[in-house]
């Protein structure tokens, strides 16, 4: 009989029946080696969703320039509506891993970012295009909203408890990358016709310069066409991933669970809700700068804080890191509010943005951190629950902790997307009420208040119920 360290190689697309990643010898054998194949894969692809779910964040600023006549707040509808429907999916997709498998379901998700960036390719190349299509078109961005919960929940299964910081930092941090690769390399296709004629001619904006906005859809197709098939031929299934509804639905029962979707929402939540809204504040507060020339840059620290974050994260204990990171993003929004123009008064624009860079350091690293203590809350209550249990029961209730720490992962990072919908609308609906966004982001700082006492009490003080 074969023992897990001396198992062969699973091979590229494949169902793998047999996975044993907390073994050293299977590890080393062949486990790190798979492991890095899918997470190598997913990266990509996850890079690819985020840039679609975040496309109308750099679209929005120009349809007007092209003779669409929107409304700031339908512009700021825009960049709302892809978070709506991202966060709902998540919720559907935090389970669809374990049912479907890995594999089929990174190929199958990612095609399906092909429907809005062909669609919005052909939208913007006709002022006359109604309204309700852009509508249609932003709520379709939302399928690669969703992939973020399914392609971390795959992930989970794949590495030790050990690696997990690092290798849910790495595909989440590199991932969230998309959000700043989209916000920078839109506004560089648009500008010249990457595609001749082949795809539609130039639009003229009211300046007499000559885009190419269709370009901001077109120009991700082939690359979502091979990692597609790159997930189909080159990830795994796993078969210790299967489990049914049954088995994950039991988070909803966890006060922990909430506690940690909770949390979430203030770290994931405010840094796809910050990239979401960011280009279009700018616009609106300091309107004579480039904003192109920035967006891109709060999504990228964010993210690349992310992926460091896992390490940091791994090393200090996830509750510590977040605990920090609450209490400096409230003084991060204390400075936002200090820069911002105000009864009459410029605002100073770079002390702004880097109030706001900071912000998206701290969001990134507060991803990473929330996200390591999942799988220690989640194996640390199984483990208490199996107390006195004999070998068969703690491994089952190891393996229980494994599928709710998936589960958790996944529906946390459902209700967090929200944050990419109730950030934009909340600068959009105070400015519209109050003709600024100060009452939005006073209202960030008391939900961050919310979040750094949750942390303290329940997994940080001295006697937490839950450390991590």
């Known amino acids: 009989m074969s023992t897990p360290s001396s198992e062969p190689h699973p091979k590229a697309g494949t169902l793998v029946s047999r996975w044993h990643p907390e073994d050293p010898a299977f590890w080393a054998a062949s486990g790190r080696r798979v492991a890095n194949r899918n997470l190598a894969i997913s990266i990509p692809a996850l890079l690819l969703a985020f840039a679609i779910w975040m496309m109308f964040s750099a679209v929005a600023v120009s349809l007007p320039q092209i003779g669409f006549k929107f409304s700031t707040n339908q512009l700021f509808w825009l960049t709302a509506l892809p978070g709506f429907l991202g966060a709902t999916l998540r919720i559907f997709y935090s389970f669809v891993v374990p049912l479907v498998g890995g594999r089929r379901w990174t ?15 052909f939208a913007v190349q006709d002022p006359a295009t109604p309204y309700w299509q852009f509508v249609a078109i932003a709520i379709l961005c939302g399928l690669g ?5 399914s392609s971390m929940s795959n992930i989970s299964f794949f590495f030790p408890r050990a690696k997990q910081g690092y290798a849910l930092g790495m595909n989440a941090g590199l991932g969230n990358v998309g959000v700043s690769v989209t916000q920078f390399v839109i506004p560089l296709v648009i500008s010249a016709g990457i595609f001749g004629p082949l795809l539609g001619g130039s639009q003229l904006t009211a300046s007499g ?25 080159g990830m795994n299934d796993l078969t210790a991933a299967r489990s049914s509804f049954t088995e994950q639905a039991s988070i909803f029962g966890r006060k922990h669970n909430w506690l940690m979707c909770w949390l979430y929402t203030g770290t994931f939540g405010s840094f796809i809700g910050f990239s979401a809204g960011f280009p279009l504040l700018i ?32 090393k200090m204990g996830g509750a510590a890191l977040t605990f920090w990171v609450f209490l400096l993003m409230i003084v991060g929004v204390v400075g936002v509010l200090h820069f911002l123009p105000h009864h009459g008064v410029p605002g100073r624009f770079y002390g702004f943005l880097g109030c706001f860079m900071a912000l998206f350091v701290l969001t990134g690293v507060g991803n990473a951190s929330t996200f390591r203590m999942i799988p220690v809350i989640f194996r ?19 393996r229980q902790a494994g599928v709710e720490s998936a ?24 400015i519209a009420l109050t003709g600024g966004p100060e009452m939005a982001l006073y209202g960030f700082m008391a939900f961050y208040f919310s979040c750094l006492l949750i942390t303290w009490w329940w997994y940080f003080r001295r006697g937490a119920e839950m450390p991590c």
């Open 380 to 398: 640390t209550l199984h483990d208490r629950l199996s107390a006195g249990l004999d070998d068969a029961g703690r491994q089952l209730a190891a």
């Open 107 to 121: 190929a199958i998700s990612t095609a399906s970012l092909l429907i809005p960036a062909v669609w919005i390719g």
């Open 407 to 430: 589960a958790v992962i996944g529906f946390s990072s459902a209700i967090a997307a929200y944050g990419a919908f109730f950030i934009p609308k909340s600068y959009g609906s105070s």
């Open 283 to 314: 616009k609106t507060q300091f309107p004579g700068v480039n904003v192109m020339e920035f967006a891109f840059l709060g999504p990228l620290v964010g993210a690349l804080a992310r992926s460091g974050g896992g390490w940091l994260a791994d």
């Open 145 to 149: 909203g969703g992939n973020f919960a």
């Open 209 to 233: 310069h000559q885009v190419y906005l269709q370009n901001a859809g077109f120009v991700w197709v082939p690359f979502i066409v091979l990692c597609s098939i790159a997930a189909w031929f």
